[in-house]
């Protein structure tokens, strides 16, 4: 299963971090969870990383709290707080905790601390992180193909570096297949703004006026707000591609697929390897090949047969090779 080769996949890059900052293996970690902006109920990032805790807490034992992200400085408390909770490895979620985390982890050397999605700085901080953008190239090349009049959405959830490397692997895909395509790009938030993760009812109008305006489908990166997002495409009767975790339950008749990041595992693997005594400090990368980035099943009921044929050559032809997804450079 995909998910067992990414733990292992997982287990091999934390070990090939560094042996020196192995630690004793913990019986029962207690544990945080530091969600990101939206909270729980989004049906995607958080929701996802949830999952990872609680089984964490079923199979491994692990006692495991939530934190609600909180705006400005009250993040630095709010890390602050789940420490002397008494929690002895902080999971962060998110850029928006890049900040905080850093400062509590340099007050406390002797704790372990984890961010997802994003680097912190820190000598106890192992960092995760994705790339995306061999996944948004098949998102891309599939909402090429499904758009007859080339024309395409995107609607991403603010001005930060993951959305617009999300765009940036997406676009390669809709050229792959049609270089003619119009992709309208709209944001919900602007530069470094991460409410716009949590403004379903901001999504719900962008994508309705990009159906409107001749999209034939959207792609949604927006954490939370992607909610929204699939209310416009459902109220709209036009399909949609969705990111973060298989959404294809909450509205079957028009989510196609969802280009998924797989928040569970790594969080499991990451409070798996402290329980063990093996989390190092340093980056881990997970992408496509290595199992942290996936497409979820494609609805057959939305995408014709003939269709399906060209877009799974495309994938193919990727997965051996044949197709080179050019890396994000920005910042």
Not at 274 to 298: V, W
């Amino acid at each position: 299963m995909r998910r067992t080769r990414l733990i292992r996949a997982l287990w091999l890059l934390l070990l090939s971090v560094g042996l020196s900052a192995c630690g004793p293996s913990v019986s029962k970690p207690s544990v945080a969870l530091m969600l990101a902006r939206g909270g729980l109920g989004d049906k995607a990032f958080n929701d996802s990383a949830y999952a990872g805790l609680q089984k964490a807490r079923s199979d491994l034992g692990a006692q495991v709290r939530t934190y609600d992200y909180q705006d400005g400085d009250a993040q630095t408390e709010n890390l602050r707080q789940a420490v002397r909770d008494g929690n002895t490895l902080i999971v962060a979620l998110g850029s928006e905790n890049s900040k905080a985390l850093t400062t509590v982890a340099a007050e406390n050397p002797d704790l372990s601390f984890v961010i997802i999605d994003t680097t912190a700085q820190g000598a106890n901080v192992t960092s995760i992180t994705f790339i995306e953008t061999q996944g948004d190239f098949l998102a891309g090349a599939l909402a090429a193909l499904l758009s007859p009049n080339g024309r395409i959405g995107y609607l991403g959830g603010a001005d930060v570096t993951v959305i617009r490397r999300i765009e940036f692997g997406f676009r390669q895909g809709v050229t792959y297949v049609n270089p003619n395509a119009q992709v309208d790009s709209q944001l919900i938030a602007g530069k470094d703004d991460f409410s716009g993760f949590a403004k379903p009812d901001v999504a719900k109008q962008l994508t309705a006026q990009m159906y409107a305006n001749g999209d034939d489908i959207v792609y949604a990166a927006a954490g939370g707000s992607g909610l929204g997002a699939i209310e416009a495409a459902e109220a709209a009767n036009r399909p949609i591609i969705t990111t973060g975790s298989d959404q294809r339950w909450i509205a079957p008749e028009v989510v196609v697929t969802s280009r998924t990041k797989n928040m569970d595992s790594a969080v499991f693997s990451a409070i798996q390897q402290y329980t063990h005594g093996k989390l190092q400090p340093g980056t881990i990368t997970l992408d496509y090949k290595s199992d942290g980035i996936s497409l979820a099943p494609i609805s057959t009921a939305l995408v014709p047969a003939d269709i399906l044929k060209k877009f799974e050559q495309i994938r193919s032809d990727l997965d051996a090779g044949k197709i080179t997804v050019q890396p994000y450079s920005g910042s």
